[in-house]
């Protein structure tokens, strides 16, 4: 059973700090690897994706990978109200995306 | 370009009814895949087609079904509706071959009452 793992949270951070999201997957053959925001009663959002070690960054995220490790991370950099939400980590090998259930963060003005 | 649209958005059946629901994809995007999110369960794969042929099917019930046309549009199939299948069915497309970056549509919100 391809799972992805999420700590449901709430995550909950001030204004201005840095969010870290975490993720880790269990099927060693995912290549790709994808982080989603839901806002509450919307769908979600493709944000970053990843596919080789190493940090990727995107205005003020960066994603991070460790394959050895089955290991995804997200990082957001000065957290804004508008960054609350749930973020969804998916992974993908061979087979349709396997989505986590999510980690939902606060971010406190 | 416009996104992944679905419809109807919203929706209240009966138990024991069908439910057919319709998603377009983005414009180019032959890959479309559907999705059904719970509270409870998360996201959790149906179905995924590619050029008219089911490509990729997940752990439900055969009273969950679907196709895809020719012009890529898709649509999925509830029949003998439960309680528990009230959620937000999603439709997603993609671009690539293999299907691994997706698009979602806005979602249909399914009540069974």
């Known amino acids: 059973q391809k799972e992805v793992e999420q700590n449901s949270g709430p995550l909950s951070v001030p204004e201005g700090a840095i969010a870290s999201l975490n993720c880790t997957y269990s099927d060693r053959v995912s290549q790709s690897f994808f982080w989603y925001r839901q806002y509450s009663g919307k769908s979600p959002e493709l944000i970053m994706s990843?596919?080789?070690?190493g940090d990727k960054e995107d205005g003020r995220f960066t994603a991070q990978l460790n394959k050895a490790s089955q290991y995804v991370s997200l990082l957001i950099r000065d957290s804004q109200p508008s960054d609350s939400a749930t973020y969804l980590c998916a992974a993908s090998g061979n087979t349709p995306l396997v989505f986590g259930k999510g980690t939902r963060l606060s971010v406190i003005a | 370009k416009a996104g992944v649209t679905q419809t109807p958005r919203y929706l209240i059946k009966t138990r024991g009814q069908q439910v057919t629901l319709s998603c377009s994809p983005i414009s180019g995007h032959r890959s479309v895949s559907w999705y059904q999110q719970t509270p409870g369960q998360g996201l959790q794969f149906l179905f995924e087609?590619?050029?008219?042929?089911?490509?990729n099917k997940g752990n439900f019930p055969g009273r969950f079904s679907g196709r895809q046309f020719s012009n890529s549009r898709s649509e999925m199939n509830v029949s003998t509706l439960e309680l528990g299948d009230s959620a937000l069915y999603l439709c997603?497309?993609?671009?690539?071959?293999?299907?691994?970056?997706?698009?979602f549509g806005e979602g249909s919100w399914l009540t069974v009452v």
């Open positions: 997603a497309s993609s671009s690539d071959s293999a299907g691994n970056t997706i698009y």
């Open positions: 990843i596919y080789s070690n």
């Open positions: 087609y590619f050029s008219e042929t089911q490509r």
